[in-house]
């Protein structure tokens, strides 16, 4: 039974892989390498962040801050509840960027001493072995893990500027290329910057912020929704928005269906069109579970971790109850078995 039960998922997985999903890559995809997420970044904001130099209106805004963290508020909720000055703002994501560049450049040496580090980059390059000559990749991550993916296997990608050392922001087909990955980042990126005239350039692997520079980054909190009307997150907006739309099929890994800007489009796009859509996570989150099985979604597979990371917990729109595999499916590692 449990052999049948695995030849039926992977065919689904299979008949879904072969629309060509658009990959959206959730905070989930990057914690696999060991990047902070929500309650690292929390925890490093706490303990690094000092107000007090600032007024104590300031002071107090941030002691109320920290106590949401302390007691447990996400930090999404914690930036919603109390409105930070714009001092405090700008500290949150100057603190944000020297949290994660480190961690980044890490994931990026390691990668140059294995070679196969990035399942992503398997999986990118077995999808070109098709007629198609453009992928596409969603993600509000900063970091830089799916460009690293990209050149893990010699693949040409686009991430809203050009290339060089430094680089300008500028449309996806300035250059022709046979084949291109384009990777529309929706909340920055960590080697996204813009100086005191309002100038923005992307600058390679830099270790630390170049004076009369700013991250390019959208802090969590009301300021997401402030910045993403301006350049370039509304040009990358308008392309992820573009790309959803036209895509039959999607394949979400780590994404936790937390970010508006991408989930009103995958709602209306499942429930009303019927697309497709694979969830490859160690956890499914409350919202993601909400979105599956609560959204009237016709057409979904969805697995997380069993009971230890060798065992798997199926979710098919094909089948009424959870289907539970030995074996490892829910990494995207894992998932390439059931579709390569």
Request: with cysteine; hydrophobic share 35%; glycine share 6%.
């Amino acid at each position: 039974m449990a052999e049948e039960n695995l030849e039926q998922i992977s065919k689904q997985a299979q008949d879904y892989y072969k629309e060509t999903p658009v990959i959206i890559l959730g905070s989930g995809a990057s914690a696999a390498f060991n990047m902070s997420g929500m309650w690292g970044l929390s925890q490093h904001l706490t303990k690094n962040i000092s107000p007090s130099d600032l007024s104590p209106q300031e002071q107090g805004l941030w002691n109320q801050f920290a106590d949401l963290l302390e007691n447990k508020v996400d930090l999404e909720n914690a930036l919603h509840q109390v409105s930070l000055s714009p001092v405090l703002t700008e500290r949150v994501l100057m603190s944000t960027w020297n949290l994660l560049v480190p961690q980044d450049l890490a994931v990026f040496e390691q990668s140059l001493r294995e070679p196969g580090l990035f399942a992503l980059g398997k999986l990118l390059k077995h999808m070109f072995r098709s007629t198609r000559n453009e992928l596409n990749i969603i993600s509000p991550n900063y970091d830089r893990l799916a460009e690293y993916a990209c050149e893990q296997e010699n693949l040409h990608h686009y991430s809203g500027f050009s290339h060089g050392y430094r680089k300008h922001h500028i449309g996806k087909d300035y250059l022709k290329c046979a084949r291109q990955v384009n990777i529309w980042k929706v909340h920055g990126s960590l080697d996204w910057f813009v100086n005191e005239k309002g100038i923005i350039s992307a600058l390679g692997n830099v270790e630390k912020i170049p004076d009369g520079l700013k991250p390019l980054i959208v802090t969590p909190g009301i300021e997401k929704y402030r910045n993403t009307h301006r350049e370039p997150y509304k040009t990358v907006i308008h392309e992820s928005d573009d790309v959803i739309d036209a895509a039959t099929s999607y394949l979400c890994v780590g994404f936790g269906f937390n970010d508006e800007h991408i989930q009103e489009k995958l709602v209306n796009r499942c429930a009303k069109e019927d697309a497709k859509v694979m969830v490859v996570t160690h956890k499914l989150s409350d919202s993601a579970k909400k979105f599956l099985f609560e959204g009237d979604i016709k057409n979904y597979l969805a697995i997380e971790v069993g009971g230890d990371n060798d065992k798997s917990i199926v979710y098919s729109s094909l089948h009424a109850n959870p289907i539970y595999l030995n074996g490892n499916y829910w990494s995207l590692d894992g998932f390439l078995n059931l579709i390569m």
